[in-house]
C-alpha cells in the first residue's frame, strides 16, 4: 500500500514557540494533502486541506494564523503551529490523496506536547 | 451536514467469536465509504472502499459491505491482533469520519 510519513515522530516545545510538522508521500503524488487532529479516545478532526502549489482551504473554527501549511511540491505538505500554547497539546495526523485515486494514505501522526 | 455513526462504541470479543460493525451514515452525495483500522497512538491504516450500494470487500478475517444508508464491517474468527479501533468516514470531496469501535479480542 502506498506510504506516508510523518516528522517528527513526538515533539515537546515550550509555551510561545513553533512547531513545524512534515507530511511526505513517499511512493506516490498527492494533489492534494489534509491534516487532522485527534483529540484522546475522539475521533479525527478535520483541520485544512492543502493543495500543491495554492492556498490552504481550512475548516470553520480553525485559525489560519496560528496553523500554517504550505503545501510546495506533489510529496510534501507542512504544518507549522505558531506561537504554539498548552492548548496545541494533541495527536496531529496527515493524510495524502493518491492523485490516481479518491483514497486518502494517513501518516503515522506526529504527538505534540507544549508546556 | 454530512454524518457518519458508528455502533457499539466498544465490542469486547472472545478470540474465534464472529460479530459485526455498524457504520450508517445521511451524506449528500456519497463519492465513496472507507474503512481505516487505528492502533493507540498512530495513523489510520486503510482497509477497504466502497463506492456502491451492494459491494462487498474483503481481506482475511474482515468483510465490509454496504447499503444505501449503512455499511457493516464483518469480522469473522477474530484474533487478538485484530484488537484495534475500526473507524468509518464518508467521503464526498473530503472525509467525514464515525466515532469508531474499538474492538477488543480476548485470548
Known amino acids: 500500500g502506498a506510504v506516508v510519513s510523518q516528522h517528527p515522530s513526538r515533539v515537546i516545545c515550550k509555551s510561545g514557540t513553533s512547531v513545524k510538522i512534515e507530511c511526505r508521500s513517499l511512493?506516490?503524488?498527492?494533489?492534494?494533502m489534509f491534516w487532522y487532529r485527534q483529540f484522546p479516545k475522539k475521533s479525527l478532526m478535520l483541520m485544512a486541506t492543502?493543495?500543491?502549489?495554492?492556498?490552504?482551504?481550512?475548516e470553520q473554527g480553525v485559525e489560519k494564523d496560528k496553523f500554517l501549511i504550505n503545501h510546495a511540491s506533489l510529496t510534501l505538505s507542512t504544518l507549522t503551529v505558531t506561537s504554539a500554547h498548552p492548548e496545541d497539546s494533541s495527536f496531529y495526523i496527515c493524510?495524502?490523496?493518491?492523485?490516481?485515486?479518491?483514497?486518502?494514505?494517513f501518516g503515522p501522526g506526529t504527538r505534540l506536547l507544549v508546556l | 451536514e454530512d454524518q457518519v455513526t458508528q455502533s457499539p462504541e466498544a465490542l469486547r470479543l472472545q478470540e474465534g467469536e464472529s460479530s459485526s460493525l455498524n457504520c450508517s451514515y445521511t451524506?449528500?452525495?456519497?463519492?465513496?465509504l472507507f474503512w481505516y483500522r487505528q492502533d493507540p497512538g498512530k495513523g489510520p491504516e486503510f482497509l477497504f472502499t466502497?463506492?456502491?450500494a451492494g459491494e462487498e470487500k474483503e481481506k482475511e478475517r474482515l468483510k465490509a459491505t454496504l447499503t444505501k444508508k449503512e455499511s457493516f464491517l464483518h469480522i469473522t474468527a477474530p484474533k487478538p491482533e485484530d484488537s484495534a479501533t475500526y473507524l468509518c468516514?464518508?467521503?464526498?470531496?473530503?472525509?467525514?469520519f464515525g466515532a469508531g469501535t474499538t474492538v477488543t479480542v480476548r485470548a
Open positions: 493524510s495524502a490523496r493518491d492523485t490516481l485515486e479518491e483514497t486518502q494514505y
Open positions: 466502497l463506492y456502491s
Open positions: 511512493d506516490f503524488q498527492a494533489t492534494t
Open positions: 492543502s493543495n500543491e502549489g495554492s492556498k490552504a482551504t481550512y
Open positions: 451524506v449528500s452525495g456519497l463519492r465513496g
Open positions: 468516514a464518508v467521503y464526498d470531496y473530503k472525509l467525514s
